[in-house]
């Protein structure tokens, strides 16, 4: 029950990775054809997931709400919660197919989830004093922009003017904390090693904003569409220039920031590929499809090494 205590939130965030490739794997079967089942069992492994991660969590809270509200009160690890009400969301989008009912049940709750912590967050970071530059990462994307993804099931369950009321806080926030990430890095100390991967993180709000905006205008490729792809597609290439840096990092739970941002401009691709249908689009989706699902099979390798040599439950 020990090592209970010492369960990272930032855990969830294997929760969004997993949806985001289910979701990956289930546009890839609309627009390419691919095996259906994929999706499937992608979908059956991350509904376990939640299970487990939702059970153990509940666990630490009932035995060791310290320790929660320790997690709660630190200045970077509060960012990670929001990382539950994302992955509600992405894997009622998964399984509207499969259960409308079930689907808007998970994502009302993950909707409602979102904004609360939002508006949490926020509160905290304008009323309290403690917040300074260094507790600055691009994991604050999550609990804000992490609004960006309301739209994405909202639109399909008829939500339209709520789905546009999230969309508007995660944008625009958006703009707001990209340029308080970006003066934390060019003018002060660089993050540490275990945040590099939250860089990551970056790409999600285009990449996500796209696919959101797609629902929301009915599938518009117009000017702002573009805009939001081509950011997306810039921050993957100017972080693959990075690849060497990142290649020699330890492996940290925060690896999983790399898989969700990923995922989602994989879908985004597979978009931007039915309105062109160029070879190069093509190509595009497939190879990033290839590389998130080897890269998420490798995180989840290590992930479960960690669990099981106790390395994942140790205090920081």
Known sequence: MSAIRYLPVATFATLMGSAGLTLAWEKGAQVFGLPVLVSQLLLGFTLLLLAVLGSSYLVKFLKHRDAVCEEFNHPIKISFFPALSIGLMLIATALHQYQAQLALILWAVGAALQLVLTLTLMNIWIHQSRTQVNHTTPAWFIPIVGNIIAPIEGVSLGFLDLSWFYFSVGFVYWIVLKVLVFNRMLYHDPLP?????????????????????????????????????????FLVILLLTQIARFARLPFFISWWAYSFPL????????????????????????????????????????TARAAISGNLFKPD
């Open 193 to 233: 090693q275990n945040l590099l991967p939250t860089l990551f993180i970056m790409v999600a709000p285009p990449a996500v904003g796209f696919i959101a905006y797609q629902q929301l205008s009915g599938g518009a490729f117009d000017v702002f569409a573009h805009i939001l792809y081509y950011t997306a597609l």
């Open 263 to 302: 995922a989602a401009f994989t879908v985004a691709t597979m978009l931007v590929y039915q309105h062109h249908q160029t070879l190069f689009f093509q190509a595009l989706s497939l190879i990033m499809l290839v590389v998130v699902t080897v890269l998420i099979a490798m995180l989840a390798w290590r």
